[in-house]
Structures are given as structure tokens and as C-alpha cells.
């Protein structure tokens, strides 16, 4: 079956940064688009950023913009989140997420907290 597994959370103080590492199987993660999304307490989930499927298109929320950067590895089937000059408003569970053919996927969450 299908699993993404993030990892690389923390907490940080503002201005650090963090890398979040989010790991698939059960599809051909090469095929796909991949995102990353963030839930802040009390907030609607939001989406953080996009990588196509080769890696090559990229997209990020305008409140992330210049300071996180999404990539990916398909020969390691792993997707990534580079954090940088990060604020306490950043503070939020971050998903890995897939939509293939055949329905979403949703990774368990890893917590970020930027806080001094």
C-alpha cells in the first residue's frame, strides 16, 4: 500500500532552518507530482509547495517564497522541504501528499515549532 513518512521536524529558533525528508512506496513515485502542505493549530491546512513529477517545475506559497525550497530524489523515492530564515509563524504539522489515479495520500505529519 501506499506510505509517505515524513521526518526532520524539530524545534528551531527563528532565523534556523530544518530539512524535512519525506520517504514513499507503494507507487511509482517518479510519476507524480508531490507536495508538501502545513496545518497550524486552529488554521485550515495550506499548501506549502509543489515539484513536479521530474523535479523540474516548482511552486511555493507567497508566505514561503525565497525561504523554502522543495526538491526531490527518485531514485531514493524521497521528496524534501529545505527551511530557511524560518518565523514562528511557520509553526505547524507538515504533510508529504500525493494525488495519483487512483485517489490522495496523506503522510502521518511532522511537527515544526520555531520558537526561541
Known amino acids: 500500500q501506499v506510505q509517505l513518512v515524513e521526518s526532520g521536524g524539530g524545534l528551531v529558533q527563528p532565523g534556523g532552518s530544518l530539512r524535512l525528508s519525506c520517504a514513499a512506496s507503494?507507487?511509482?513515485?517518479?510519476?507524480?507530482?508531490m507536495r508538501w502542505y502545513r496545518q497550524a493549530p486552529g488554521k485550515e491546512r495550506e499548501l506549502v509547495a509543489t515539484?513536479?513529477?521530474?523535479?523540474?517545475?516548482?511552486d511555493y506559497a507567497d508566505s514561503v517564497k525565497g525561504r523554502f525550497t522543495i526538491s526531490r530524489d527518485n531514485a531514493k523515492n524521497t521528496v524534501y522541504l529545505q527551511m530557511n530564515s524560518l518565523k514562528p509563524e511557520d509553526t505547524a504539522v507538515y504533510y508529504c501528499?500525493?494525488?495519483?489515479?487512483?485517489?490522495?495520500?496523506w503522510g502521518q505529519g511532522t511537527q515544526v515549532t520555531v520558537s526561541s
Open positions: 501528499y500525493v494525488l495519483r489515479n487512483r485517489g490522495a495520500n
Open positions: 507503494g507507487f511509482t513515485f517518479s510519476s507524480y507530482p
Open positions: 515539484i513536479g513529477s521530474a523535479g523540474g517545475s516548482k
